[in-house]
């Protein structure tokens, strides 16, 4: 499964990370590899979280809506995640 994330560079430093597919994934890193990093956990947990609940697992349509609060940049990423595993890749 693939999912689009969204890291936004905050005003004291670092990035908060949305993952739009998601609702409620949010987490931040202090450079783009930590909050990539921290993406991947949140995700992992994420997933993991529903799976523990019996949910179905959103999969990321063909296009994704990106909102960003009112910054006038952000980065975004694919990531691809292992399912079986619950491993997060960057794409």
Do not use: K, Q
Not at 20 to 39: S, Y
């Amino acid at each position: 499964m693939d999912y689009t994330v969204v890291l936004e560079p905050c005003e004291e430093g670092g990035f908060s990370v949305t993952v739009p597919a998601l609702p409620g994934c949010i987490t931040e890193g202090d450079n783009v590899l930590d909050a990539l990093r921290m993406a991947e956990d949140a995700i992992t947990l994420y997933l993991e979280s529903l799976a523990a609940h019996g949910e179905t697992i959103p999969v990321e349509g063909p296009t994704v809506t990106i909102e960003t609060a009112g910054v006038s940049e952000a980065l975004i990423f694919r990531v691809r995640v292992d399912s079986a595993a619950g491993r997060v890749n960057v794409a």
